[in-house]
T-cell receptor, first 115, second 110 residues
Framework: GAVVSQHPSWVICKSGTSVKIECRSL??????MFWYRQFPKQSLMLMAT?????????EQGVEKDKFLINHASLTLSTLTVTSAHPEDSSFYIC???????????FGPGTRLLVL | SQQGEEDPQALSIQEGENATMNCSYK?????LQWYRQNSGRGLVHLIL?????REKHSGRLRVTLDTSKKSSSLLITASRAADTASYFC??????????FGEGTQLTVNP
């Protein structure tokens, strides 16, 4: 199956700093990538959809100025959590879809802890 | 209620038994997918069933879809301890966007 990687796998940062998470499709071109957030013992919540070369579409309630998404190439999307606060601590997961495919291939996730 | 509700929330069975998880949703869908997540890990895609399909098999997995009742079930036969994980259903409505259910935590005891 298609492989998606995320970097870093975990990060601890101080409140007020910005954190960048990378999502890469390793063996396919991801025309669309998705970013999810998952709090402990909860389901995945879609944050935004990004298409290569265009602005991301954010879900209701997700601050686009706080969660900056860039999808500069068909194999890389980045999520930057700006001015992170403890309530941003969560598990962030990305996924990619190849072309008009139906299946999303998920990355292993990035655990963010904001102190 | 949210799109993609699952029951039970938690299920504990003995190795060798079958495990059945259910998922209900509210809106029309293109397809419904089941994923597995081991604790603290990413999601693994298990099976996709399209809205015009009623049943699908993959190895020890059997998925059914009843669009009239807006529900789906995932059956894992002859369970193994390694099947212990959280299982999520996800519905695709448009543009590949997925809405996930709350998940079922399955524990298979050796």
């Amino acid at each position: 199956g298609a492989v998606v990687s995320q970097h870093p796998s975990w990060v601890i940062c101080k409140s007020g700093t910005s954190v960048k998470i990378e999502c890469r499709s390793l063996d396919f071109q991801a025309t669309t990538m998705f970013w999810y957030r998952q709090f402990p013992k909860q389901s995945l919540m879609l944050m935004a959809t990004s298409n290569e070369g265009s602005k991301a579409t954010y879900e209701q309630g997700v601050e686009k100025d706080k969660f900056l998404i860039n999808h500069a190439s068909l194999t890389l999307s980045t999520l930057t959590v700006t001015s992170a606060h403890p309530e941003d601590s969560s598990f962030y997961i990305c996924s990619g879809v190849a072309g008009a495919g139906e299946t999303q291939y998920f990355g292993p996730g990035t655990r963010l802890l904001v102190l | 209620s949210q799109q993609g509700e699952e029951d039970p929330q938690a299920l504990s069975i003995q190795e060798g038994e079958n495990a059945t998880m259910n998922c209900s949703y509210k809106t029309s869908i293109n397809n419904l997918q089941w994923y597995r997540q081991n604790s603290g890990r990413g999601l693994v895609h298990l099976i996709l069933i399209r809205s015009n399909e009623r049943e699908k098999h993959s190895g020890r997995l059997r998925v059914t879809l009843d669009t009239s009742k807006k529900s789906s079930s995932l059956l894992i036969t002859a369970s193994r301890a390694a099947d212990t994980a959280s299982y999520f259903c996800a519905t695709e409505t448009s543009g590949s966007r997925l809405t996930f259910g709350e998940g079922t935590q399955l524990t298979v005891n050796p």
